[in-house]
């Protein structure tokens, strides 16, 4: 491997517990930040949509432009890319009509082709393989796609499965263990492993910011949405101070 390609790989970071952590906790600050926007500020889900959009779109050619791995704006692009997520799910399960099964169903397919088009371009998923800039744009373009059907997942499983916010919590939540379990103590595909979990954070995020600011009868904490989104960025940001991130290198999943 030459010195630029060592460059470009350690702009990912390593897939440990604290990447998780974070991780998580930016899908939560997706679905309470793309709520506040739309909702509380009133500027309905196709204005939000767009100006997340600017918002992921600049993110990812700084990132992709940087010539090493800075934790800051890694993971400024991964809440770009969740609060695009959030309003874009919404504004085609609720603005444009097709509901929460036919936005998922949508997205999922979206989330397939681009998957499929990366692995037949690039010979790979794994994250360790993204090295160059046309493998980061894979990346950034099925992450984007997997926030937006995780939102969809979610809201369909929280609101029209009846099962509410703390029954998507623990469901999510005991997917995810599954798929740590599968890693533990199997051969199964690292790179499917680590996509599949990826994707399921994202509804497990979007049912936790929800329980957080939606009304107490509703199942929910009764946050403001700024309350909740202001908490998530401290969050993210001691996490970010505190532990030190290294770059992956080698198995990065």
């Known amino acids: 491997m030459s010195q630029s390609d060592e460059l470009t790989a350690a702009k990912v970071p390593a897939v440990t517990l604290l990447f998780w952590i974070i991780k998580i906790a930016a899908t939560t600050l997706g679905e309470t930040g793309g709520d506040a926007v739309t909702m509380s500020l009133g500027l309905g889900y196709l204005i939000g949509t767009l100006i997340f959009a600017v918002i992921f779109f600049g993110a990812v050619t700084a990132q992709i432009r940087s010539s090493s791995f800075r934790p800051w704006l890694y993971w400024l692009t991964i809440i770009a890319t969740t609060t695009v ?32 088009v990366w692995y037949r371009a690039m010979g790979s998923v794994s994250v360790e393989t993204i090295r160059t800039p046309k493998a980061e744009m894979f990346y950034w373009v099925t992450i984007m796609f997997s926030q937006t059907l995780g939102t969809a997942l979610g809201d369909w499983t929280a609101d029209s499965e009846g099962i509410g916010y703390g029954g998507g919590v623990f469901l999510f939540s005991g997917l995810l263990a599954v798929l740590a379990a599968l890693y533990l103590w199997t051969k199964l595909s690292r790179p499917a492993l680590f996509w599949a979990a990826f994707i399921l954070t994202r509804p497990l995020g979007a049912v936790v910011g929800d329980f957080l600011d939606k009304p107490t009868g509703d199942g929910g904490l009764a946050f403001s949405r700024y309350t909740a989104s202001a908490i998530l960025l401290v969050f993210i940001a001691a996490c970010l101070l505190i532990f030190k991130q290294r770059p992956a290198r080698g198995a990065a999943h």
Do not use: K, N, V
Not at 86 to 95: G, I, N, Q, V, Y
């Open 85 to 116: 997520g959030t309003t874009l799910a919404d504004f085609a399960d609720r603005s444009l009509g097709i509901g929460y099964a036919g936005g998922t169903s949508l997205l999922l397919a979206l989330l397939a082709l681009s998957l499929f």
